[in-house]
């Protein structure tokens, strides 16, 4: 049966938060919040498949290992969703992504766009992500020291408040 209108806006909607939740626990390194938005035997395909992992568990191994340390700083944004319904209980989607990372133990700032594809199930009524995966349109790297850049509020080491001092 097809998913009624209102029923197809509101499962909509509940798409929308996982992603902006994905995001959200990627940048403020929530790995255990993060692991409740994926189904058990999720996949994953990072950098058009270069780094691609099955189940949900070694998704967040991969994420942590590579994003934990307090000098690695994300920012990633998502926007112009395309989802597409399936059925009633599955959806895709594609999302436009941009990303800013700092990383100060190795001097770095990255930043990129693509675009992510995912696949939605929904599972005792609850929106998870089955699969998620993107692949870049660009990236760039610079060093951190050398282009006049400074991390001056972090997260992790300043609680978040800005080091710079206003009269």
Request: a negative charge.
């Amino acid at each position: 049966m097809p998913i009624d209108s209102l029923n197809q806006l509101l499962a909509l909607e509940k798409i929308h938060q996982l992603k902006y939740a994905y995001v959200r626990c990627l940048d403020q390194k929530r790995w255990a919040d993060m692991a409740e938005l994926f189904t058990e035997d999720a996949t994953a395909a990072y950098s058009a498949g270069k780094y691609s992992y099955t189940g949900r568990d070694a998704i967040i191994e991969f994420l942590s290992t590579n994003m934990s340390r307090d000098g690695f700083h994300s920012s990633h944004r998502m926007h112009h969703p395309e989802v597409e319904f399936v059925s009633e209980t599955e959806a895709t989607g594609v999302w436009a992504m941009e990303d800013h990372n700092v990383d100060t133990d190795f001097d770095f700032v990255l930043m990129g766009a693509g675009f992510y594809e995912d696949r939605y199930v929904q599972v005792a009524g609850k929106w998870l992500i089955a699969h998620t995966g993107y692949r870049r349109t660009f990236e760039t790297i610079g060093p951190l020291s050398k282009g006049g850049i400074a991390v001056t509020a972090s997260w992790w080491s300043t609680d978040g408040q800005s080091t710079l001092e206003v009269q």
